[in-house]
């Protein structure tokens, strides 16, 4: 059996070593920060490009006299919130609940009594 | 100073090794609560976008429409109104509308039509730029109409330009395609089928005295409320709405008070509760002997209370930024696929949404605060419960 002797050239490195955990925890967060650096800049790109359809989008409002987004296109009242009836249960015949699902995510619109006869 | 410092630090690496020696059960809390805080950060960020959007574009809104009420319910309105408008001193002009919904039923797609008199309106001289191709039917032509980007696609006209509609009398009515909506402008005009007043009338066979709405527009903005008092005084039985509150009300219409929200957020303080409780019902045994051996060795209460607080404070600000941050990719990049099926519902038409969310140091802060500093309350105080108990007490139980 051979027996391992160093030579003055030979160089120990010392396998031991452990990283402090404070360490990882402080590259952890420096990897999340860059990700959410790049990500705040390209939000800040999108929101250029989007400024830059904004004109447009005045011109289409302003000379098509629209009043809400076209997000959902399944019910009335989620397709044109501010313009058309309030939502009320059983508002379009006896017995009928509200059903759509996109009705769930609209907060329902409070009857609109700023300005009629009575006020 | 700097031993205060190298202090925390040997503390903080203590306790980061602590969280390392019980790791699947410390990944797995803050994979859920990294889950909890996705699904409320989405949420917030999705509405932000859209309340942003409709804050943006909706500027240019009508200043007042009157619609005509009948039984709680919406009716045509007659033209003769529009004279009786003219004797209010302030108003600019009146532009009727004629709009309604086509139901296709080839592709169950609901289609909105708009029928008016483009050249009246405050930019309808230069409604050719909202377009991809085409152009915007000019006074007195008819038979052409503007169609959404998507309702284009809905119909698969591909290069063909000439559509017809049902009339209710079930006659059919042909219409030749003159322009198509830019793609940029689908949030507002996905769904869109822009015609003349005419045209739109015989669609809907609304009598040639009728209109749906009116469109209000005043000399000086300021006036817009107390003009429209005038109108609903002047005209009993119509409902008067103006920009402010058209704006107002997608201000107000994306809140936490919607039942979608209210699951998301009961969702979230369910699972805060069970893990609260779970954490505040009393350390583990092995966790309780770490604490008495640390006591014995020398370490005071607080040195304790520290570790505790350091544990969950790592926890709970990764989980944080993990959650946030894939929020944000989930809504920008992926435009909120898991909102999608409940925010576009059963709608055929599916408009691209390019959300860019509008985030606030408050709104962030509102979601660390009822989501980071509930658990490490939760953590830190049975910490403290059973720091104070006497050593040998906690080594023999």
Known sequence: ?119 | MRQFIEKNFNILDYALTSLWRRKFKNISVMVVFALVIFLLASFQMVTSALTKTAANSLTQAPDITVQKMSAGRQEAIPLAYLEKLKGIFGIRTVVPRIWGYYFDEKNLANYTVLGLETWEMPTGNELNLTLAEGRFPQKNETGLVVLGHAVHQALDLGDRKVLSFFRPDLELQSFKVAGIFSQNLEILTADLIVMNLEDARQIFTIPGDHVTDLCVYVGNPVEINTIGKKIAALLPGTRVLTRPQILKTYQMIFSWRSGFASVCLLSALAAFAILAWGKASGLAPEERREIAILKILGWETADVLVIRFWESFVVSLLAFILGCTLAYIHVVFFEATLFSPVLLGWSIIHPKLQLIPDIKFADLLLIFCYSVLPYMAATVIPAWRCAIVRADSAMHN
């Open chain 1, 1 to 119: 059996m051979t027996t391992f002797k160093p030579t003055p050239f030979t160089i120990i490195i010392d396998i031991s070593y452990t990283v402090r955990p404070l360490y990882i925890l402080i590259l952890l967060l420096g990897f999340l920060t860059a990700v959410d650096t790049l990500l705040f800049v390209q939000h800040n790109l999108a929101g250029n490009r989007l400024d830059g359809h904004q004109k447009i989008a005045e011109i289409a409002v302003a000379g098509l006299g629209l009043t809400d987004l076209c997000i959902s296109t399944e019910a009335r009242y989620t397709r044109h919130p501010s313009i058309s009836d309030p939502v009320v249960p059983f508002m379009d015949h006896l017995g009928a609940i509200e059903h759509f699902p996109s009705g769930s995510f609209w907060v329902p619109v409070t009857p609109k009594t700023l300005f009629t006869q009575n006020n």
